[in-house]
């Protein structure tokens, strides 16, 4: 439950987390020393535990999937070989941390690796004194049982589903694609983490935690069509019907000839239409209700399924989210047959009856409301009273969000909403008249109302269009701080530079970063941090001609390739390797001497100012005044010529540049003579 | 000529104590570090003085100082700088050092504006392609013109733009010392310390460098020397202009322009500056944003916001000054000026520089003496070289004048020789040669600029500290009034 950032509220103990944390990082493999070195670390500084551990959970849950499990090694580690307090700290998430781990990764041989681990965990530490296991039982035993019921439900699953979707013929179990954004969690998983499993909680990421989003279960399952009141069931059972309706499209587009496909899509569209049209009045619609809902159980989770509303990822995903590709949601399917996982169906509908009506209940009433609250205490009772209270609407969601954040659920379930959606989602088509749970089942595949809507866009498409009026200036437009911060959601942590979560952002992210280490290399050398020098400034022509471009965006081999395509650098610019031993050249055109020098960005031996021309190594700017004095007049450099009416040749005052080593003197006073050919 | 790496005292000393961190005999008094807590769409005001250390560091949540966002545990030196950390989601800061005054502000409506201009300049950008906005940006002085530009052109890059940013007012450099009118396009990202970023250097910079074109205007107002002023925004507007032509997305990006205080001052009719009308068309401004007066606003839609037979409308948008400017008084604005000077030769505390020393006799040395409007028509009568010296002391405010258009003589600059009355001041090397006519000797960009370290009138030898190892030839130079001298560049 590491609500807030490690790095935020633990100062003091910061900074060795944050070594800890960097040392982490690197760990890719099971390597013995690292994973020891890390585990001294742990033993020399058990003053700041709890940040340790903090930063070790968020780690394994946060890290791409192939480092998780080098990751947990460190954890079992550190309470093997250190203890206390890390077996009590890292106790407290141990099922959140593993289970989520087990659920991103996708090896089955890592996942026996870690039913191993597990097993450990329940032994004492092997040629210890200590007869105690490793973990207390408490710890681990909701785990294995959880391990257990999901093996199970994945069974099921492939039994039942076998003859479905491409995806579905992976043997193994769907995952969480190595991303970190967990509300996109398709509905199967949620059921067996609705056991009780923690979530991770997007809100407790450091970075995020000031301005996250909304919670993840207004995020899922958004149907095709927003619903503004979602009390108003008609609206409702009309969105749900035509969520039903484009999956049975894609359905029939998968199997045109299937009659059975084809007979359910007739069916569905003249519920719509009778729906539509409002033929459909009273208890009837309650049975259209609760047969759309059944239908929509029955069907095969699609991947064309209703999900235009689905966040891309950039929006979710975190300045170090690991790299993916798979696309983070498969099975959009909102109602599940999964079966009930602790509270009986109906359970909480009492609860919610009692809570609704305005008036806290006594807690015997609410025990009997529900029995799973037979053995929780008065207090927690009492803040489920108030934290209903406080919410507005009173559906299941709320209520169990309730139930949660008082910690009644703690022990067998997580401490986020989320957690709970696919047990109201997963409730079985109920009977007919039971319109409170047929209504909750169904909001709680809708988003609440109340969302805003903008956060669930796109941010792409979100640009805005303003005006130019004065009128304009004043509102605050949340779309254009997100354009500036969330959707350039990594970032440099040396100059704060942002990058976009693309495959180019992170292209070029890690391009910046080796710039940063290049330069930072450089500077640290006694060698070159002497005797810097300001440059001359550039003349106008070949300021002109400069393109501004970020070199610590910019690879080496571009520049390199560039010297040709070239009008983003001067002619001075531009250099030719020098051939092995020849450190002495004459310009084939001025006939100067050229001699090469030693490029710290190549670590070669260049001639600066330097072309092929004719196959033959000349200066650069020789051959650039040729071509231009032989057509290709730059328009640019008369207009300026013609306004100056100066005496200076363009092009041909450039003093310095990194790589040029001509001088300024021969540069002025020659201008005129590097025009005699041979 | 050049000596190259003469010894220089102070040279050698530690990064931490170059000039640029200003005098570091102090030893640091017991630093106090709090941390604060800023509520979302809040900042963080201070005024720090130039000799004390005042560090921040972001520790949790998201913060910008004009536009660029500070990283997260990251400390910056902010001596010396009158700003505001702004926060759009709220942040932790971890604050050290003294500053003269420090608060936390809500207030924060001109941020919205601002941003807001920035979406506004992104629609522009997004609708024409091939047209980019071209603001220009007026308003008299201590209204924020400059953050403003700043935090715009800082959000542009940003938004991955490669915005071309103009500065018009000689009392301040942008990326130079002062004295320079400045033209910048900015490819990459701007820096929470230096605002614009580093100019070229011969080594590693933390970050990537910015080159700017350089003109030279010394005098410290528009209205000291109108048509040299005029006729330098003219060649600065088609150098840019041209630049914009030859780069598409800096085209796109657009172009924004900063101005003296001074022309955002009107009349007691309420007429605009007719400089700034000049401005206005030699930089084909699309967009006026005003930050003076309604009146000023007010004359400029009269003259703007309505298309005049060939003209096209502009539109011109007031932004009300934000609340946190504060009036920074002359001793401010000469230790900033001072500090620019040093920078340029010496570098910033991350990238230290060497200036050398090149001592030339006064025979070798062409020196074009920039007069004032005022003197000009007086010297021209007494014609005697011997007396202008003491015309053109440094130490003295140059008069003002604002007439325009009487400067009918030509007489811009005049050839002196070196005296003592130079020393501590900046002269500028252009690009063209040393005997080059007027016109060109004034139209043409700088090349650098030389600190007069010493004049020995006895021995005839004049004392540069340049920026470059290299000589640089036969070139002009030019000296003005102004900026004002700076006595303890080299102590």
Same mark, same amino acid.
């Given at each position: 439950?590491?609500?807030?950032?490690?790095?935020?509220?633990?100062?003091?103990?910061?900074?060795?987390?944050?070594?800890?944390?960097?040392?982490?990082?690197?760990?890719?493999?099971?390597?013995?020393?690292?994973?020891?070195?890390?585990?001294n670390i742990a033993r020399e500084s058990t003053e700041h535990a709890q940040a340790i551990s903090r930063v070790l959970e968020n780690h394994i849950r946060t890290t791409a999937p192939s480092r998780k499990l080098p990751a947990l090694y460190v954890l079992d580690s550190i309470v093997k070989n250190v203890g206390t307090p890390y077996t009590v700290y890292l106790g407290r998430g141990l099922f959140t941390t593993f289970m989520e781990s087990y659920g991103m990764i996708n090896d089955p041989?890592?996942?026996?690796?870690?039913?191993?681990?597990?097993?450990?965990?329940?032994?004492?530490?092997?040629?210890?004194?200590?007869?105690?296991?490793?973990?207390?039982?408490?710890?681990?035993?909701?785990?294995?049982?959880?391990?257990?019921?999901?093996?199970?439900?994945?069974?099921?699953?492939?039994? *039942?589903? @076998? =003859?479905?979707?491409?995806?579905?013929?992976?043997?193994? &179990? #769907? $995952?969480?694609?190595?991303? !970190?954004a967990v509300p996109v969690v398709p509905a199967q998983q949620q059921a067996f983490y609705g056991h009780g499993s923690q979530q991770p909680v997007p809100q407790q990421h450091p970075l995020q935690s000031i301005y996250q989003a909304p919670t993840p279960i207004e995020q899922q399952y958004a149907p095709p069509t927003p619903v503004q009141h979602p009390h108003v069931d008609v609206p409702v059972l009309q969105a749900d019907i035509s969520s039903l309706v484009s999956r049975l499209h894609a359905q029939f587009a998968a199997s045109p000839y299937d009659p059975d496909v084809q007979n359910k899509l007739k069916t569905v569209l003249q519920l719509q239409t009778m729906?539509?049209?409002?033929?459909?009045?009273?208890?009837?619609?309650?049975?259209?209700?609760?047969?759309?809902?059944?239908?929509?159980?029955?069907?095969?989770?699609?991947?064309?399924?209703?999900?235009? *509303?689905? @966040? =891309?990822?950039?929006?979710?995903?975190?300045?170090?989210? &690991? #790299? $993916?590709?798979?696309?983070? !949601?498969?099975?959009?399917?909102?109602?599940?047959?999964?079966?009930?996982?602790?509270?009986?169906?109906?359970?909480?509908?009492?609860?919610?009856?009692?809570?609704?009506?305005?008036?806290?209940?006594?807690?015997?009433?609410?025990r009997t409301a529900v029995p799973a609250l037979q053995d929780v205490s008065h207090a927690q009772l009492n803040s489920v009273q108030n934290n209903v209270a406080a919410a507005p609407t009173s559906n299941t969601t709320d209520l169990l969000a309730a139930l949660a954040k008082s910690g009644v659920l703690a022990g067998m379930s997580g401490t986020t909403p989320q957690s709970y959606v696919p047990v109201a989602a997963s409730a079985p088509p109920p009977q007919a008249n039971s319109t409170v749970s047929l209504l909750q089942s169904l909001q709680s595949i809708l988003p609440p109302p109340g969302v805003p809507s903008g956060l669930s866009a796109p941010p792409k498409s979100a640009k805005p269009r303003i005006?130019?009026?004065?009128?304009?200036?004043?509102?605050?437009?949340?779309?254009?701080?997100?354009?500036?911060?969330?959707?350039?959601?990594?970032?440099?942590?040396?100059?704060?530079?942002?990058?976009?979560?693309?495959?180019?952002?992170?292209?070029?992210?890690?391009?910046?970063?080796?710039?940063?280490?290049?330069?930072?290399?450089?500077?640290?050398?006694?060698?070159?941090?002497?005797?810097?020098?300001?440059?001359?400034?550039?003349?106008?022509?070949?300021?002109?001609?400069?393109?501004?471009?970020?070199?610590?965006?910019?690879?080496?081999?571009?520049?390199?390739?560039?010297?040709?395509?070239?009008?983003?650098?001067?002619?001075?610019?531009?250099?030719?390797?020098?051939?092995?031993?020849?450190?002495?050249?004459?310009?084939?055109?001025?006939?100067?001497?050229?001699?090469s020098s030693y490029a710290e960005e190549l670590?070669?031996?260049?001639?600066?100012?330097?072309?092929?021309?004719?196959?033959?190594?000349?200066h650069a700017t020789c051959g650039a005044e040729i071509r231009k004095s032989t057509g290709q007049p730059a328009m640019v450099a008369a207009a300026l010529a013609l306004a100056g009416g100066e005496g200076q040749r363009p092009g041909s005052g450039t003093p310095d540049s990194m790589l040029g080593k001509r001088k300024a003197e021969a540069a002025l006073a020659g201008s005129g003579a590097r025009l005699k050919m041979g | 000529m050049a000596l190259p790496g003469l010894s220089l005292p102070g040279l050698g000393l530690q990064p931490a104590s170059t000039p640029a961190q200003g005098n570091s005999f102090a030893p640091p008094i017991e630093q106090v570090t709090r941390t604060e807590n800023l509520p979302a769409r809040s900042e963080w005001r201070f005024e720090t003085s130039f000799g004390s250390p005042y560090n921040l560091r972001l520790l949790g949540g998201h913060a910008e100082l004009f536009g660029v966002e500070l990283a997260t545990n990251q400390p910056y030196d902010l001596s010396g700088v009158q700003g505001a950390i702004f926060t759009w989601q709220g942040c932790q800061l971890e604050i050290t050092g003294e500053a003269e005054s420090e608060y936390a502000a809500e207030e924060t409506e001109y941020a919205t504006e601002w941003l807001n201009l920035h979406g506004m300049l992104e629609t522009l950008r997004s609708e024409r392609p091939s047209d980019g906005p071209r603001m220009l940006v007026v308003g008299s002085d201590n209204t924020g013109k400059s953050s403003l530009i700043r935090s715009v052109a800082a959000w542009g890059v940003k938004a991955g733009r490669t915005p071309t940013v103009?500065?018009?007012?000689?009392?301040?450099?942008?990326?130079?010392?002062?004295?320079?009118?400045?033209?910048?396009?900015?490819?990459?990202?701007?820096?929470?310390?230096?605002?614009?970023?580093?100019?070229?250097?011969?080594?590693?910079?933390?970050?990537?460098?910015?080159?700017?074109?350089?003109?030279?205007?010394?005098?410290?107002?528009?209205?000291?020397?109108?048509?040299?002023?005029?006729?330098?925004?003219?060649?600065?507007?088609?150098?840019?202009?041209?630049?914009?032509?030859?780069?598409?997305?800096?085209?796109?990006?657009?172009?924004?322009?900063?101005?003296?205080?001074?022309?955002?001052?009107t009349d007691g009719k309420g007429n605009i500056s007719e400089i700034l009308h000049h401005l206005i068309s030699e930089f084909s401004i699309n967009v006026i944003v005003s930050l003076g007066p309604e009146r000023l606003t007010n004359s400029l839609s009269k003259r703007y916001s309505t298309a005049k037979g060939h003209e096209e409308a502009i539109p011109v948008l007031r932004i009300a000054k934000p609340g946190g400017v504060a009036e920074r008084g002359e001793p401010h604005m000469k230790q900033l000026r001072s500090r620019q000077i040093k920078q340029y030769f010496f570098g910033s505390a991350n990238e230290s520089l060497n200036p050398h020393s090149h001592s030339i006799p006064f025979d070798n040395v062409v020196i074009y003496g920039a007069k004032p409007l005022a003197s000009a028509t007086e010297t021209s009568s007494y014609g005697a070289a011997e007396e202008e010296e003491d015309d053109y002391d440094p130490y003295t405010?140059?008069?003002?004048?604002?007439?325009?258009?009487?400067?009918?003589?030509?007489?811009?600059f005049e050839k002196v020789t070196p005296s003592v009355a130079m020393t501590a001041s900046l002269i500028a090397i252009k690009f063209c040669p040393a005997n080059s006519d007027e016109s060109t000797i004034r139209d043409s960009a700088v090349m650098g600029f030389l600190y007069v370290a010493d004049v020995d009138e006895g021995r005839k030898k004049v004392r540069f500290l340049a920026p470059h190892p290299q000589g640089w030839g036969n070139r002009a130079l030019v000296w003005g009034g102004w900026p004002e001298a700076v006595v303890d560049l080299v102590t």
């Open positions: 439950m590491a609500a807030r950032s490690p790095r935020g509220s633990f100062s003091a103990a910061s900074d060795i987390a944050s070594d800890f944390e960097e040392s982490l990082k690197d760990l890719q493999r099971n390597d013995r020393f690292a994973i020891e070195n890390l585990t041989l890592t996942r026996r690796a870690m039913d191993n681990l597990l097993k450990t965990w329940k032994e004492p530490v092997p040629g210890s004194m200590d007869h105690r296991p490793v973990f207390s039982l408490d710890v681990v035993r909701p785990i294995e049982n959880a391990l257990i019921q999901w093996k199970t439900a994945i069974l099921q699953k492939q039994r *039942q589903v @076998q =003859p479905q979707a491409a995806y579905k013929s992976t043997p193994t &179990p #769907p $995952q969480f694609n190595g991303q !970190y729906v539509n049209n409002g033929s459909v009045v009273g208890p009837s619609l309650q049975a259209v209700r609760s047969s759309v809902t059944a239908f929509a159980a029955g069907l095969p989770p699609q991947l064309q399924a209703p999900t235009p *509303q689905w @966040q =891309p990822p950039v929006q979710l995903s975190q300045p170090y989210q &690991p #790299p $993916q590709n798979t696309a983070p !949601y498969m099975q959009p399917t909102p109602v599940q047959s999964q079966p009930l996982a602790f509270l009986a169906p109906g359970a909480l509908n009492g609860l919610q009856a009692l809570l609704a009506n305005g008036q806290k209940p006594s807690t015997p009433q609410m005006p130019f009026s004065a009128a304009a200036l004043k509102v605050f437009r949340p779309e254009l701080v997100r354009s500036l911060y969330d959707d350039q959601p990594n970032q440099c942590s040396t100059c704060g530079r942002r990058f976009l979560a693309t495959q180019d952002g992170r292209a070029k992210k890690s391009r910046h970063l080796d710039w940063h280490f290049r330069t930072n290399q450089r500077m640290a050398d006694p060698n070159t941090g002497r005797g810097q020098h300001r440059n001359w400034f550039v003349d106008e022509m070949e300021w002109i001609r400069l393109t501004a471009f970020d070199p610590s965006t910019t690879t080496a081999d571009a520049a390199t390739a560039a010297t040709a395509a070239k009008k983003e650098r001067g002619p001075q610019d531009s250099y030719v390797r020098a051939p092995a031993g020849v450190t002495r050249n004459t310009c084939s055109i001025c006939q100067e001497e050229m001699r670590q070669d031996w260049v001639f600066g100012n330097a072309a092929l021309w004719n196959g033959r190594i000349a | 103009v500065n018009l007012d000689p009392r301040q450099g942008l990326l130079a010392p002062p004295s320079s009118l400045s033209a910048v396009t900015l490819g990459s990202q701007m820096e929470v310390e230096t605002g614009f970023g580093i100019a070229p250097t011969s080594g590693p910079t933390s970050m990537p460098v910015k080159t700017p074109l350089i003109y030279h205007y010394p005098y410290a107002s528009p209205t000291d020397r109108p048509d040299v002023y005029k006729a330098l925004a003219t060649r600065l507007a088609l150098s840019t202009t041209s630049k914009l032509e030859e780069d598409v997305t800096a085209k796109q990006s657009g172009l924004m322009v900063d101005t003296p205080g001074s022309l955002g001052l405010d140059n008069p003002t004048t604002t007439a325009s258009g009487s400067g009918t003589s030509n007489a811009f």
